[in-house]
Structure formats: structure tokens, C-alpha cells
């Protein structure tokens, strides 16, 4: 897999710089460094995006240099990653599909700061997958404990109160909890 603006040629040209900067971000938990890129899959066709965790080694860090990847996307995905005092938290859209009806989700993983699996894995899809969710950032309120997403989406969400093509997806006690999310639109 690539680094993040190591394109095979030809593609670097089509790559704009911010689509380049937007494709990494980094985060702080348990006094490690994460950062959850997304990089062009060289000689894929169609193109495809890996999207990998990398946990960085350094002296505040109990655990060593490690990386996993956490999803592939027929576009490019949006991705945000969020250390609280309680949990790490990765979010990214998707598209599982070249085809062109194929909808775009947003992915949210709790992740295990110690092994990089997956302690929880929620998707943000439009009701029947009637729309798509292309935009999903992250934000947290109660010191960490209450984790909101939010972005842009196409169509209604399950449950949603409100209406509009904005969403805020507030997670209670995400770190402790399987109970769903609850949607706000505007």
C-alpha cells in the first residue's frame, strides 16, 4: 500500500491537495499517537481506498508501531479519528460498490487502543439505503463518555427527529454500550 500522497503516476496529478490533506488525521489516546489515513490501492481497477490505522511507537506509548486497515471505498472516503479521556474512536465513509447506484455509509469503530480490533462497529446509513451519508466527523460531550458524529447526508435517517441534509448521531456511553444511536437532522 501506498503512503498517503505516494501515487503511481498518473494519478498524482488528479489528486488535489486538499483531498491530499484531508486524507490523514491523527489523534491521542492512553499516550498514543493514531493516525487514520486513506490512500489510492495501486493498479486496482476501479480504483479503491484502503483506509489503515497506524499506531505510532514512541516513549509515552506502552504498546509498539502497528497498523491495520479498517475498510476499502470506491470513493474517497471522509475519515476522522477522536482519543477521549475513555476510548479511541475511528469514523470514514464508503462506498462498497464501483456501481453507480451503490450508496455511500458512514462507518464508526470503537477501537482497542492495545490489539487495533474492533471493540464496536456502527454504520450510518440512510433508511433502505435510499440516500447516501458522505460526510461523518466526530466530537465527543461528558468528559469523552458521549460521542456525536455528524455531517451530510441524502435521505432520512432511522429514528431521526428533524428533518434536513445535516445529521448529529449523539452515541451514549459509546464505549460502554451496544444501544444504538440517536439521529437528529437540520
Known amino acids: 500500500m501506498s503512503p498517503v500522497g505516494d501515487f503511481p503516476k498518473g494519478r498524482g496529478s488528479q489528486e488535489t491537495l486538499d483531498a491530499q490533506q484531508a486524507a490523514l488525521t491523527t489523534s491521542s489516546f492512553g499516550g498514543c499517537l493514531f493516525t487514520l489515513s486513506s490512500a489510492v490501492i495501486p493498479v486496482e481497477l ?5 483506509i489503515p490505522l497506524t499506531r505510532n511507537a514512541s516513549g509515552t506509548c506502552p504498546y509498539p508501531a502497528a497498523r491495520v486497515e479498517l475498510g476499502r471505498s470506491y470513493n474517497t472516503p471522509h475519515i476522522a ?3 477521549t479521556s475513555v476510548g479511541l474512536t475511528t469514523a470514514f465513509s464508503y462506498k462498497q460498490s ?4 451503490a450508496k455511500t455509509q458512514c462507518k464508526v469503530n470503537h477501537i482497542d487502543a ?3 480490533t474492533k471493540l464496536r462497529d456502527t454504520n450510518i446509513v440512510v433508511n ?3 440516500g447516501n451519508v458522505p460526510v461523518c466527523n466526530l466530537d465527543q460531550t461528558d468528559a469523552g463518555t458521549t460521542l456525536v458524529v455528524y455531517g451530510t ?3 432520512p ?3 431521526e427527529t428533524g428533518s434536513g441534509g445535516n445529521y448529529v448521531a449523539t452515541d451514549y456511553n459509546v ?3 451496544t444501544t444504538a444511536p440517536v439521529y437528529y437532522a437540520y
Open 157 to 159: 435517517l432511522p429514528g
Open 98 to 101: 464501483p456501481s453507480g447506484s
Open 46 to 50: 476501479p480504483p479503491r481506498h484502503a
Open 153 to 155: 447526508k441524502t435521505g
Open 114 to 116: 492495545a490489539t487495533l
Open 81 to 83: 479519528a477522536l482519543g
Open 175 to 177: 464505549f460502554t454500550s
Open 128 to 130: 433502505f439505503g435510499a
